[in-house]
């Protein structure tokens, strides 16, 4: 379609050239004169604005189109991208849940985090896809399609036949004008003269209307252009951008939940100071059938000295590892019934009774009722 219509401007261009020698064989003195020359100024600049309008119209056209094409592809690839994270999603869920470990959980947790905070991108993902194809693609196709772009399209058309028609019309004037020239005074030829001349004329009005309503439509339609796909370029923009940032809000997030993890089972359990101290390497809590063996050789050897029950109040929190231990909130009170070598105790706090670290709390010899009663 394109070779076509440079084609069609080659023509056009011979054309003209052949009617400006004919211009420069007749145009001087004799009948008629200038006045049917069809080139004049305003016409001129009348062709030269529909011409600029038609190529910045059809590469608007093209942009669109670019986009289009390009959004469509963007939005199949991140659906695949979507699917497969989903997937991934839930298999990280799986794993987490199912917590077949059977030394902590430290992995679970970090899976399910990571599986919450997967299905909560792809969810954003969706959406931005979503917002790509109803703010950007939609619209811009519909204009690529539309018929303001296509009605001003004809009508430029229309003036460009209707401007070829009164080329040759001027022609068959310039041809008349020299006959009536080469025989004076010959009725006939002077009526077909002033039929053709006023042909032309009436060519040339219309022409000169049709000119200004395909250039309105053309300009119309351009501006159009320019807005609307700014637009549509401002609102992926935002789309995307809105996107990322809360991709990385979800991002951060994970991460620290994770390094939260890590640190919890790689740091060794010991208070900051000024707390007490704690072996680094303090071993897990022993089995209650150890402790009531170790406690009972201890009272048949008469040292029943660890077998007392005292009060102590926690002044470093801890997490519980495991079902037999226990949490500790700094404030809370334990009964403490047993305390075993390797830095562990065992006692009762708000109910329950497990093992916890020795260290994490200090004995109170003197504690409010109140705060007894609590512990139980």
């Given amino acids: ?69 390009g959004v ?18 839930e298999d990280s869920r799986k794993y987490g849940a199912e917590n077949t470990c059977t030394s902590g959980n430290t992995l679970s947790k970090a899976a399910l985090s990571y599986g919450r905070a997967r299905a909560q991108m792809e969810k954003e993902r969706g959406n931005m896809l979503k917002a790509l194809g109803t703010q950007v693609a939609e619209p811009l196709r519909a204009m690529v399609m539309g018929a303001p772009l296509e009605d001003a399209r004809h009508l430029a058309q229309r003036y460009d036949r209707m401007r070829q028609e009164a080329e040759a019309q001027a022609i068959e004037v310039f041809k008349r004008q020299a006959r009536v020239r080469e025989t004076p005074g010959n009725g006939e030829i002077t009526i077909k003269l002033e039929a053709a001349e006023a042909k032309l004329q009436d060519l040339k009005s219309n ?39 809360r991709v990385l809000q979800i991002l951060d997030q994970l991460e620290g939940e994770m390094i939260m993890e890590r640190q919890r089972i790689e740091a060794p359990p010991t208070p900051p100071p000024p707390g007490p101290s704690v072996d680094n390497t303090m071993s897990p809590p022993p089995s209650y059938e150890e402790v009531n063996g170790v406690f009972a050789s201890q009272a048949h050897n008469g040292s029943t000295d660890s077998m007392g ?11 519980a590892e495991s079902d037999v231990e ?27 009774a497990g093992w916890f670290p020795f260290g994490y709390i200090e004995r109170r010899e003197r504690v409010l009722a109140s705060k007894v009663a609590e512990v139980f």
Avoid at 72 to 89: D, N, P, R
Avoid at 310 to 318: D, R
Avoid at 339 to 349: D, L, M, P
């Fill in 1 to 69: 379609m394109e070779a076509i219509r440079k084609q069609a401007t080659k023509l056009r261009e011979q054309v003209a050239r052949q009617q400006q020698a004919v211009l420069k064989q007749f145009g001087a003195g004799g009948y008629g004169g200038s006045d049917n020359i069809i080139t004049d100024e305003a016409e001129l600049h009348q062709h030269q604005k529909l011409e600029k309008l038609y190529i910045s119209t059809r590469a608007g056209k093209h942009f669109q189109r670019d986009i289009v094409r």
């Fill in 72 to 89: 469509e592809g963007y939005i199949v690839t991140g659906s695949k991208q979507v699917e497969i994270g989903t997937k991934l999603s």
């Fill in 207 to 245: 022409m000169a209307t049709m000119g200004k309503e395909a250039a309105a439509a053309m300009a119309a339609v351009e501006a159009q252009q320019q807005r609307l796909t700014l637009q549509r370029l401002i609102a992926m923009v935002e789309a995307e951008r809105a996107y990322h940032q």
């Fill in 309 to 319: 029950y005292f009060l102590g109040e926690v002044v470093h929190p801890y997490q």
């Fill in 326 to 352: 226990l949490n500790l909130t700094v404030g809370d009170y334990v009964v403490v019934r047993k305390v075993s070598n390797n830095g562990w105790a065992e006692g009762e706090c708000k109910g329950k």
